[in-house]
């Protein structure tokens, strides 16, 4: 079946820094990928997504590149703000797929320090 | 563009009371609606999701159950709260886009 692997958190960064937090999937054919934000106490919010490989998503100075050849939707920000702390979830939906078949990661948390 | 509320916010119940958790949509007909669960710590479980009125799928058996009354409402039922139950619930909709739209949440905890 479908799969995401996220790196465990929580991730704990300096602002300004440089963030990556690795997406690896595990799917049939060519799946969009998503990453959703969680906000403390809030639902989930898109960040960006991507429908097919070498797609670039990119979204308040977030980027996530689909790599078909490593199966990978890593997130990526130049330069992390206080105010982008929260949890990143990573996802995936199969081709022409609905959330009853989004399949997410268990999330990674991001803590930005001043 | 599709708006999602979700009622309460926050909820503490007894274990073995009852449970009503109700979602709406606003910005689309006829979406696919759904419902997660968020334990601590945890990723996001998909618990049921529902394609038209009265159509009710279940992913995982448990203590809950769903309903959809009308097109746009979805609601989240339990005759007797679990401690197991605890968890933070998002209602979701998925209608002509290409992404799933998330409600703000209801966090529940089962004392």
């Known amino acids: 079946g479908n799969s995401v692997t996220q790196m465990e958190g929580p991730v704990t960064l300096s602002e300004e820094a440089f963030l990556t937090i690795n997406c690896t999937y595990t799917?049939?054919?060519?799946?969009?990928l998503f990453w959703y934000v969680q906000y403390p106490g809030e639902g989930l919010q898109l960040l960006l997504k991507?429908?097919?490989?070498?797609d670039k998503g990119s979204n308040k100075g977030f980027e996530a590149t689909y790599r078909k050849e490593t199966t990978s939707f890593h997130l990526e920000k130049g330069s992390v703000q206080v105010s982008d702390s929260a949890v990143y979830f990573c996802?995936?939906?199969?081709?022409?797929?609905?959330?009853?078949?989004?399949?997410f990661g268990t999330g990674t948390r991001l803590q930005v320090t001043l | 563009s599709q708006t999602i509320h979700q009622w309460p916010a926050t909820l503490v119940q007894p274990v073995g009371s009852p449970l009503s958790l109700e979602c709406t949509v606003e910005?689309?007909?006829?979406?696919?609606l759904y419902w997660y669960r968020q334990a601590a710590g945890r990723g996001l479980q998909l618990l049921f999701y529902?394609?038209?009125?009265?159509?009710i799928s279940s992913e995982v058996p448990q203590n809950l159950s769903a309903s959809r009354p009308q097109d746009r409402q979805f609601i989240l039922s339990s005759k007797k709260l679990l401690l197991s139950d605890s968890g933070f619930y998002l209602c979701?909709?998925?209608?002509?886009?290409?992404?799933?739209?998330f409600g703000q949440g209801t966090r529940l905890t089962v004392v």
């Open positions: 996802a995936l939906s199969p081709p022409g797929g609905t959330a009853s078949k989004l399949t």
């Open positions: 799917a049939t054919g060519y799946p969009s």
């Open positions: 991507a429908t097919k490989a070498d």
């Open positions: 910005g689309t007909s006829n979406p696919n």
């Open positions: 529902s394609v038209g009125i009265g159509q």
């Open positions: 979701a909709c998925w209608g002509r886009g290409t992404e799933a739209f």
